[in-house]
């Protein structure tokens, strides 16, 4: 018998892209995902991704469904490749009590004044199961034109009649003009609905907060989750274990883990989502165990307060965890993080990351959160550990006894101690036997990866840094819009008060969705001297802060998970006792990625 799911809609419906595939099929596929992701980077070489733990219920699972709303009063998502929104009067993966709404929903456009398609622009469903069944309603609306809440209330009290055991809570976002369902919502405390995942306690269920698709597959994670929390090893004290969940939604692990005994800090930049997570605390009598935030980590711990926590759970969202959020993780000290991750590409750029700073996966299970997709949830267990070794590129010593080395540096990586990374490029070349005294030869900027060269003693740099003066360097950036195909910019740069002579010549290597990968060579070694020069003719490094333009930053952070400078150290070639040595790094991991999603 297959377990294929039957769809009328399915070369039109883009909700459900695999759906032609059977179970074992997309199992394959997903494990193919991560194992792939996770192999991309050497720093993860020894984590081995084992089978993917497959959901039980393969249709009807869905418990959050977001869909447009057209001018004609069709219900349902666009069309692939299109902003033409197919009807789907009948959906396979979605929960009965979704599919109950949509159809009266759909029954009453046209005819109710909260739901004509002239204003109405898209529904947020969500099911609640806590005492009965019910369903969170968010209608969205154009700007201006969005209903009384006495309307709503009719119309949640209609539904509810109409739809004998469900409770309906209806809510209103303003739709921003942009081709997309979710807006700005205003949430009622009031109209909350309490839910349940698993074993957890009951939480209030937020209009527009996020939820996982699979309720059932959620409480498998959180479950995984508190087992690790429950093996950590207690001190003789007895104190509490003190846990930090980033991302938390409404709160429902956090919550667990507090009624289980754990002193908690939740953290979730969605207000409304927050404030019904302290009044499911206080519900619980949680209260004097559960604290909950609204904010970025990186943007609210004071100073100290994430050290010596016990556990850290993450839940980011595609784009993965922003870079200062990775160093409040490290600082924390936790004996645990535990990283639950939606995109594989941008956890193992994350792991990868963790791994150079002391953090190495304990272990790793993939789950299928979504049945009939692609996608795949993902939940890392790390724990301390000594930092992923340094990258050898060559190791070299001359006539007089001067002895180098030439090693790869990460982005995000500074290449001396710095106040705000917990660690740096020098500290793990320290780490490599005979080089405990190493003393860089020159500097590569903290968002900048490739070749770093290193005298094993603070002695032996001044004739490597002669021969690099004399040398050649070479790097490879992403620039936004298209340069012309090779150039030489000449141009003086300020430094320390006096204007200093620079050339940088570059030559476009290929056109990345409409930007240049380029190969620049600097002919001196200015501050900045590539990232100012291409800025100064109208084409700066993506991702470059201070000298790049934001919106194409914000973007390709968006889409294409790149959180750093797009510039990578590529080739140095230099002289040293007559013998020409050409040093070479690949195009770092974390880079490469970024291209591939372009």
């Known amino acids: 018998m297959s377990d294929r799911v039957a769809c009328a809609l399915a070369d039109r419906c883009p909700g459900c892209p695999a759906i032609g595939d059977d179970a074992a099929t997309q199992a394959t596929q997903k494990h193919a995902r991560v194992a792939s992701a996770i192999a991309r980077f050497p720093e993860l070489s020894a984590i081995v991704v084992p089978r993917v733990t497959m959901a039980a219920a393969r249709e009807g699972y869905r418990t959050r469904t977001k869909w447009v709303v057209d001018r004609e009063g069709r219900i349902g998502l666009f069309a692939r490749g299109t902003h033409d929104v197919v009807d789907l009067p009948q959906c396979p993966i979605l929960r009965p009590a979704l599919s109950r709404v949509v159809t009266a929903l759909r029954a009453r456009v046209n005819v109710h004044a909260a739901l004509l398609p002239s204003v109405l622009r898209g529904v947020d469903l969500r099911e609640t199961v806590h005492e009965g069944t019910g369903v969170l309603v968010a209608l969205t609306y154009e700007r201006g034109r969005t209903p009384r809440a006495a309307v709503l209330d009719d119309l949640g009290k209609a539904l509810s009649a109409e739809l004998h055991g469900l409770a309906i809570s209806v809510s209103s976002a303003e739709h921003d003009g942009s081709p997309r369902v979710l807006g700005t919502y205003e949430v009622d405390p009031s109209r909350a609905r309490l839910d349940r995942i698993g074993e957890g306690p009951a939480f ?26 429950h093996a950590l090893p207690r001190d003789r004290s007895g104190r509490r274990l003190r846990a930090l969940e980033l991302y938390a939604g409404s709160g429902a692990l956090a919550l667990r883990l507090a009624r289980e005994g754990a ?3 939740a953290l979730e930049r969605f207000l409304p989502a927050i404030e019904l997570a302290r009044a499911s605390a206080e519900q619980a009598g949680l209260g004097d165990r559960f604290r909950a935030i609204v904010g970025d980590a990186s943007e609210v ?6 050290d010596a926590l016990d556990v850290v759970v993450v839940n980011p969202p595609r784009r993965g965890l922003p870079p200062p959020t990775r160093e409040v993780l490290v600082r924390s000290k936790a004996r645990l993080i535990a990283y639950v991750a939606c995109d594989p590409q941008t956890l193992a750029r994350d792991l990868a990351v963790l791994a150079r700073m002391g953090y190495a996966a304990r272990s790793i299970e993939a789950f ?8 795949v949830e993902t939940l890392v267990l790390l724990a301390p550990a000594e930092p992923s070794p340094v990258r050898v590129i060559h190791e070299g010593t001359l006539a007089d006894g001067t002895r180098w080395i030439a090693v ?20 793990r070349v320290r780490r490599l036997p005979g080089y405990e005294a190493a003393t860089p030869v020159h500097r590569l900027d903290v968002g900048t990866s490739g070749v770093c060269l290193f005298g094993a003693r603070p002695e032996d740099v001044a004739p490597i840094a002669r021969a690099l003066g004399e040398g050649d360097k070479t790097y490879v950036a992403l620039v936004r819009g298209l340069p012309r195909e090779k150039g030489t910019i000449k141009r003086s740069l300020r430094e320390e008060g006096r204007d200093l002579p620079a050339t940088t010549r570059y030559r476009r290597r290929s056109v990345v969705s409409g930007h240049g990968l380029i190969e620049a060579r600097p002919q001196e070694g200015r501050t900045h001297q590539i990232r100012r020069h291409l800025a100064s003719i109208g084409h700066p490094i993506v991702g470059d802060a201070r000298h790049g333009h934001a919106p194409t930053n914000r973007h390709f952070e968006e889409t294409a998970a790149l959180d750093r400078t797009f510039l990578h150290c590529a080739r140095i070639e230099l002289t040293l006792d007559g013998t020409r040595h050409v040093l070479e790094s690949p195009l770092a991991a974390d880079l490469a990625l970024v291209l591939d999603r372009r």
């Open 301 to 306: 711990l004071r100073p100290g307060e994430a």
């Open 263 to 265: 002193h908690v800090t």
């Open 204 to 229: 209030y269920a937020a209009h527009g907060s996020f939820v996982q698709a699979h309720r059932d597959v959620a409480a498998s994670i959180h479950d995984r989750i508190a087992h690790a929390v």
């Open 368 to 375: 299928d959160m979504m049945p009939q997709t692609h996608e």
């Open 408 to 427: 790869d540096k990460a982005g995000h990586e500074p290449t001396t101690p710095h106040p705000e990374h917990v660690l740096c490029l020098l500290d």
